[in-house]
């Protein structure tokens, strides 16, 4: 395969947001935003043809002749060399996860871009101002997105994790004259920030220890019945050998170190993919425009951390410790986000923690992966959901994206009864609930329905915890389509136009992605996915039994959400007055921004730095102050004798005269 | 003499001078500025091209175009020079934020005398990073450093009289160890009956500085640097001096001078002295590191742009002397970078806050906002300056950042399995939480200066940069966008410098 | 031997030297001050005259006691109101200087008479002659003085300058 | 009887005693420059003693004398000049009074 396309891909958006970031204000907005959009459509029919070529050529470079799907690299160019080993290189990496990226990217990257240039102008059609702006933040964002998939090392991957980070950093901040917008991107950035400080511990140790960034080198595991599976050439000394060796030896509290790397590694992703304790920017991050929030913030940034765990997979599956790790963070975080999304207000907050709840999900199913079971079923699943996620929640996004921009508010409180109004908006988010809720047919049935298997193999606490979590999800989604959908619709005010479904630049792209949800289950994802490469049925490891318990769930959650929310009645408010405490708790997300506020205000801010900064003032500069005030005092203590007065001297002098001469005197004597 | 192409670096700044004094009037003098920190850009290009050059047909020595002639023959004293891609990267950093500079003060009040000022200490700094003759290196060093007296003194800001004398007494402080330190290695220069030397080279050669002597002037030496290169507790000259400083001098100041600091230490102290290097360098290493993380959270609290950005100078000029006690071939390479790349990013900060506080009056955070909907083509630098600063890839500040990592935590684990402690390894990881502090008051700055609405509507009617201002950011961004974008070509280019014998005895490979 | 004539001189310009030296510095008027001090010079320049030194006597009286007193008594007349008496010292002061006078000569008296054996008599000397002198001023080998010379004349025209700038009516 | 070195040595020292304890008491500048010249020349004084006593065939002592008394002359007036200039300006010749210039 000829490096060009690859190179285009890449190319192409950083050319528009060079372009469009220099020239974009010299054009007018329409103009900036066509090209964005042409420019992104480019990039997804150039993916698509990688993929299709990828998966379906049946080239021996992609696929071995026992039908092995092969990592292959296009290209990989030196960037920054340490030693002669350490290379930092940007290359492109193709392999079953990259290729699917790619698809998730750029089709969900080019609903967005399409979907903006109806969403960011008012209804008069004037064009939102920095509308180029956000156009090349776009295209810079999935210049960033599409370099961190293809990555084919560690530390590449590393550069592209922070270009996204700043990417969502911009696109959060969108709204910059808003304080709430402001501060929301700072949070965002500072928190990922500390996370990927343990990413880059991880990648250090690791690094250390393997001495190379490569994935290739890093995830060929080449012990004996392994190396089949890896066709690694067990004669040449290799990377990850050295870990084997080296790390039997160092332990480092209690864990060998490589368990460390991949903690610290987890921890990036943790902030990336916003884990708990991590997570706390997810939800304030909807301050940015809601197409942004619908591509970085439930779609694709935020998987960055579920593809960093499939990424390294290998490596996770040789230390049980950090799989079981990524498990229990994985498990909580999809509990607790699921909780909170019962009890939000705001409808772009609910799919925040809806998402949360749902790379959980992806978390889960890779930590509960196991070759033995059913060859890895979990990897498979959860880059599965990882795909149909990214389609429904990108939906579901879109969609509250033009309820917002028909209403002009975030509160369900201000919406319901939409149906009647927009019908394109209410079918299209009602199939992104039943995707969601894990109805049969929709695409979230299937993936959802996979994880539960993998997870019923590992352990059977595991399995109960998760179908609950997956019924909370079906209740909570079902609740906020009621409220948005129905109960009895608010009085227009006299000369407001009622609110109506939007240009066909926002309805296509829901259109599309309705369609892709409703059929997307039907892939065949093993035969293109799997955690070493083999192609498997997927129909073989499909569970009718656990399938069957997981919808009956589902259609029982959305039984109560029905009971309770389809009209207006007091049922939820009897059943918050019942549990107050925990009503407050959900609502409050469980305090935990209260949490982060008075570490940093109080204990950072005002414990750390404030004390540093005084002591900095006070004492180190102080103490050089008094060095300079006590060579003054000193002068002027002896700046008398330094009198004037002649006479003072000739004393002075003839004291010591005297004093010389009685001493010679006496001596002489 | 004329025939070595470095002794220009000294030449052309001297007949600026000799030019300026002539000018009859501003636009003389601003052409004489450009034109003559074009050439010295033009200059530090050609000897870069011709030093790789060189190297490419196989050269291997640790020096090219070494010269030298004797002007004080009873204490050998000669003015030497050379350079290899360390002080190469120097040459063209100085040259770049000279001509960067010459735009920043484009209307600053007396500009004769100013030029005079500004180009003398520039001629110091291109004399000091040409020289390896001790002496030489030492007297150009001080003629960067007096200029500085009267730039801020005179032409500074707020409290600038206690600023100008605090920074000139510290720094001055500094020099008398340096002094010492010098003459010291003047005098165990040469191996007993040997004739005695300040050449650095022959120094390295002869490397017969004693071990006993080494563990004196080592310290001596490195403190003596460490005062300029802001050292913690050494560095509470930085605040004040950058906050009164001009625009121009904050530029050269912190881009430039502070360099002085972490190039000396390197190639005095560490080159001549490589033993006491690797015994006594967990002192400084505790310094260092205090001072990486110890800046960062200063910067986190203060309200005035200049301060915030001096405290962001302690802590990243502390991570270069940081990356340089580390004795390893990648951390000090990163260090180099990081020199290369704070220079330019700070200049570019420092020059951003004298466009903006010479538009607003004021440096205080909490008395303005919302610049970005006034001054957006600042606004966008400054953004750009601090993603920089904190780290963003594509930027210089993350592949310096990155370089230094990587190499000090292989330092750090190197010294750690070898059951060395784990002094190297804890401190790396506290260097890296700066990453991070960093970001908190990048930000912070960013979000209360150019975002939000705007807090004083005075402020509307500020127009944004003018031409020779555009330029002089415009310059800097791209400078750093290139170190950013291909850094591999710095990195080799400095790491030859590391490949001699010389580096054998640190253990470095 | 010397003639009694000469001890006869001796004693006398003894005696003025020291009566006069304490007169010059006790005397509460300065303008008496000023006339012990020429006698002082006088007396000094017998001394050189005594000693075989005529042109140093000669130049003793011409500039010391012809040019420098004269000096002093303009300046005296200039800076004080005639008739007036310095003010009295305290008695403190006097006594503690009286002290420290007396100790010095105590000190240097002791060290010259415990050597005082080292110098016999005068002597012998021939007659100097202008021309020697004239020579070893301006002469440039061992002990001939040019140099001196000429710095002291670049001294006086400094002094004549700087005399003239410090005193001139602004 | 012989006059011996020490004979012309004596009243040399006394007179410059004498100068010593004028320029300790006395407050008047222009009594302070008198006490001056009796120590300078009891100095010279001794220069000449000395040449005369020791190394009569030479010349260094009288040529130091000649040139102190072309020194002194010097100095003198410009000493002199400087005070008549105070004078004018404070109308004092007081050394104690005369501090404005101190520091």
New interface residues.
Partial sequence: MSATIPVLILAIPLFMFIFLGLAGKKMSHLLAGILGTLGMGTVLVLAYYTAFHYFFSGDPAFISEAGERLQYIVFNQTWLQFTDRLVISLGFFLDPISAMMLVVITTISFMVHLYSLGYMRDHHGVFEKGFQRFYAFLSLFSFSMLGLVVATNIFQMYIFWELVGASSYLLIGFYYTKNSAVSASKKAFIVTRFADLGFLIGILVLSFYTGTFDFTSLTSVPVEGMANVYHVDLSTPNAVLGVFQSSAAPMFMGASVLTWALVLIFMGGMGKSAMMPLHIWLPDAMEGPTPVSALIHAATMVVAGVYLVARLFPLYLMEETSLVIVTVVGAITAFYAAMVACAQIDIKRVLAFSTISQIAFMMVSLGVARPEFHEGLGYMASMFHLFTHAMFKALLFLGAGALIHAIGSNDYTAMHGLRKYMPVTHWTFLIGCLAIAGIIPFSGFFSKDEILSACGNYSPLVYVWMSMVAGLTAFYMFRLYYLIFWWKEHKIPEGHHAPHDQAWTMSLPLIILALISCVAGFIPFGKFVSWNGEPYDFMAHFDWGVASISLLVAVLAIILATVMYRKENSLPEKFKNALPALWDWCHHRFYWDELYMFITHKIIFNGICRPLAWFDRHIIDGTMDSFAILTNKASELIRPLQSGQVQMYV?IY??G??LL??V??LC?I | MFTNILIYFVVIPLVMLGLLALCRDVKQIRAVAVVGSLGLIGLSVYVLLEYLGIRAAGNEDPMLFVDSWSWFAPLNIHLAVGVDGISIAMLLLSSIIVFAGSFASWTIAQPKEFFLWLILLSTGVFGFFISIDLFTMFMFYEVALIPMYLLIGVWGSGNKNYSAMKLTLMLMGGSAFLMLGLIGIYYHSAPEGAPLTWNLLEIVDNAAISHGWQSFLFPMTFVGFGVLGAMFPFHTWSPDGHASAPTAVSMLHAGVLMKLGGYGCFRVAIYTMPQAAHELSWIFLILTGISVVYGAFCACVKTDLKYINAYSSVSHCGLVLFAILMLNETAMTGAIMQMLSHGLMTALFFALIGMIYGRTHTREITQMGGMMQILPYLSVCYVIAGMASLGLPGLSGFVAEMTIFVGSFKAGMADYLAGDGSLRLVFTIIACCSIVITAVYILRVVGKLLFGPVYDNHHRSLTDATWWERLSTATLIVCVACIGCFPNFFNNLINFTFKPAIFSVLGIN | ??SVG??IL?TI??LA??IF??L??TTRK?LR??TY?LF??FA?AV??FM???QF?GA??IA??AG??VV??V???L???HPGSN??R?ASK??V???I??????G????????R?N????????EA?DMQ??GT??MGTGA?Q?LL??EA?SV??L???I???V??RKR | ??????????????????????F?????M??M???L??ML?AV??NF??FN???F?????G??F???A??????????A??????V?RSVNQ?DVRTLNQMKF
């Fill in positions: 004393w003839i004291i005269a005297l001469g009685g010679t005197v002489l | 031997m010397e000469s001890i001796y310009v003894c030297i020291v030296s304490v010059a510095v300065i001050a000023a001090l002082t010079l000094a001394v050189y000693l075989d030194y140093l130049v003793q500039v010391y040019g420098i000096l002093f303009f300046a005296i200039l800076t004080s310095s003010e010292l002061r006097r503690l200087g009286l420290a006078s007396i100790l010095m000569l000190v240097c008296g002791y060290s010259l008479l415990s005082c080292l110098f016999a008599g005068k002597p012998e000397m100097l020697t002198v070893a001023m002990g003085y001196p010379f002291v001294l006086l400094a002094c004549i700087g005399g003239i410090v005193a | 009887m012989e006059i011996k070195a020490i004979y012309y040595l004596i009243p040399s020292l006394i007179m410059f005693c004498c100068g010593l304890y004028g300790l008491t006395r407050r008047n222009i009594a420059l008198i006490s010249e009796l020349n010279d004084m000449v003693i005369r006593f020791l009569p065939e030479q010349l260094e009288m040529m004398t000649l040139f008394i072309a020194i002194a002359a010097a100095e003198t007036a410009v002199i000049a400087i005070i008549i200039n004078y010749v």
